[in-house]
Each structure stands twice: as structure tokens, then as C-alpha cells.
């Protein structure tokens, strides 16, 4: 599968990105400089490159269910995989009439590491959304899946 991303920095500002028959990727902008883009290295020009990860309001209920419930949120399990230590803020928002909304840091420590990690996260509402942030230089960091944790409060 593929991702949307919506970069910032100098690496946005670029108007003409073309990929050579090695992999390298080469980058122009209105200014008239011709960049190629450091394979290895993650940062804009030596500035960190801000990660910011958001899921869509997630029901928490079965595909095309017109039931929308109250769950307690309880914690949130994530599977990614880190080239170096890298801090991570995890965001819990809970919305139509959400109460509770909750974030915690977590560390990875390791380098070359895949993590299976399960934090505490609190939240209460019908919907939610997470959003992950890093403003960490270090790479390359990858984010395979999330499970989150509930008790559904009310009726079907």
C-alpha cells in the first residue's frame, strides 16, 4: 500500500523531483539549485524533520454499523520499527462530546530495533483519533500498525 504525506521545510519548497536509474533522488526549486537528496541522512538541509502522524476519527465499531457507542479508551499497543532512539508523543483525542483526552511519551532505546510496545492511553467518547509526533533527526523509523485498547459503554 502507499501513504499520503505532506512534507515542510525545503524539501516542499521543491518544484521538480526526478529519481535516477540508481535510486537517487534529485530535487529543483524555483531559486534554481539542483539538490540531491541524502540517502541515509534525515534531515532538511540540517534541519530535524518533524514527524506528525494522524488517524482519521476512528468509531471503534464493526464496518457500516449506524451504532456510534461511548468506549473507554485504556491503551494503545504499537508495532514499528526504529533505526536509532527516537522519543514519540502519542495523543489520544476523544470527540462528540469526548472527555478525558490523554498523551504519553514513549522512548525506543534501542538501535535497529523492532518494538511491540502497549502504553497507557485514556480517553472517552464515541469517536477517537491519534496522532503520533517526533521532531527526532534520527532514521529511519517506521510505524507497522497500532491496536487500541476499549470497553464499549452503553447498549447495541
Known amino acids: ?3 499520503w504525506s505532506r512534507f515542510t ?3 516542499a519548497q521543491q518544484q ?3 529519481n535516477r536509474a540508481d535510486g537517487n533522488l534529485i530535487c529543483g526549486g524555483l531559486d ?5 537528496f ?3 541522512t534525515y534531515l532538511d538541509d540540517g534541519a530535524a524533520i518533524p514527524t506528525v502522524y494522524t488517524t482519521g476519527w476512528l468509531t471503534f465499531e464493526k464496518p457500516r454499523s449506524s451504532t456510534v457507542r461511548k468506549k473507554e479508551i485504556k491503551s494503545l499497543k504499537m508495532l514499528f520499527e526504529v533505526g536509532d532512539p527516537i522519543t514519540y508523543t502519542v ?4 470527540g462528540f462530546e469526548g472527555t478525558g483526552n490523554d498523551s504519553q511519551d514513549m522512548v525506543t532505546l534501542a538501535v535497529n530495533t523492532t518494538y511491540n510496545v ?3 492511553l485514556r480517553g472517552r467518547g464515541e469517536v477517537g483519533r491519534l496522532t503520533v509526533t517526533s521532531t527526532a533527526s534520527a532514521g529511519p523509523d517506521t510505524l507497522g500498525r497500532y491496536t ?3 470497553n464499549t459503554v452503553g447498549r447495541e
Open 91 to 94: 495523543t489520544l483525542e476523544g
Open 148 to 150: 487500541v485498547y476499549f
Open 32 to 36: 534554481g539549485r539542483v539538490i540531491e
Open 118 to 120: 502497549k502504553i497507557p
Open 1 to 3: 500500500g502507499g501513504s
Open 16 to 18: 521538480v523531483y526526478m
Open 38 to 40: 541524502d540517502q541515509g
Open 9 to 11: 521545510g525545503p524539501f
